[in-house]
T-cell receptor, first 110, second 118 residues
């Protein structure tokens, strides 16, 4: 089955700096790669996604890149703010089944 | 935050008892999922269902059972056979739209049920 590895497990940055979270996957048939943000005590919510026919996607301060050959994808957050502090999960999906990474706890220090 | 609900928010049970967690959605989604979330371990798939009256085991199905008699409902039973049932349980649903260049399996999560078994 699919295996997703996510790094780092914790990340601490100063407000205004950039944050990068990386994931690798094993199943070349995975074709949809979402990123979810989970604030403390709340449910995960989709923040950005990318499909296998696209190499990069940007939405304001958030961007995601995908390298299908290397089977890795990354989340980039620029100009970080304290409200970006949360746990971020990547996932690799195929035919409606998603495999999640273990999560990255991002802390943005004011 | 509407659309997919779970109840109760907190649940306490004695060891050896079966317990059923509720999950309901009014998003008209075909697919529904149950995940277990433990600290530092992300979301692990217990069971999923892509259509009414059909479901598949996920990565950690042992000690759990599900049913999908209605499109809107996907209850999870944690049986006494589950060795370590104390955890946060998340239900999700997805629309599963497959179209080249527009595929999405975005999952909408419920608020979760925190189960404590002593």
């Amino acid at each position: 089955g699919e295996n997703v590895e996510q790094h780092p497990s914790t990340l601490s940055v100063q407000e205004g700096d950039s944050a990068v979270i990386k994931c690798t996957y094993s199943d070349s048939a995975s074709n949809y790669f979402p990123w979810y943000k989970q604030e403390l005590g709340k449910r995960p919510q989709l923040i950005i996604d990318i499909r296998s026919n696209v190499g990069e996607k940007k939405d304001q301060r958030i961007a995601v890149t995908l390298n299908k050959t290397a089977k890795h994808f990354s989340l980039h957050i620029t100009e970080t703010q304290p409200e970006d502090s949360a746990v971020y999960f990547c996932a690799a999906s195929k035919r409606s089944k998603s495999t999640f990474g273990d999560g990255t706890t991002l802390t943005v220090k004011p | 935050d509407g659309g997919i609900t779970q109840s109760p928010k907190y649940l306490f049970r004695k060891e050896g008892q079966n317990v059923t967690l509720s999950c309901e959605q009014n998003l008209n989604h075909d697919a529904m999922y149950w995940y277990r979330q433990d600290p530092g371990q992300g979301l692990r798939l217990i069971y999923y269902s892509q259509i009414v009256n059909d479901f598949q085991k996920g990565d950690i199905a042992e000690g759990y059972s599900v049913s999908r008699e209605k499109k809107e409902s996907f209850p999870l039973t944690v049986t006494s056979a589950q060795k370590n049932p104390t955890a946060f349980y998340l239900c999700a649903s997805s629309i599963d739209y497959y179209e080249p260049g527009q595929t999405t399996y975005e999952q909408y999560f419920g608020p979760g049920t925190r189960l404590t078994v002593t």
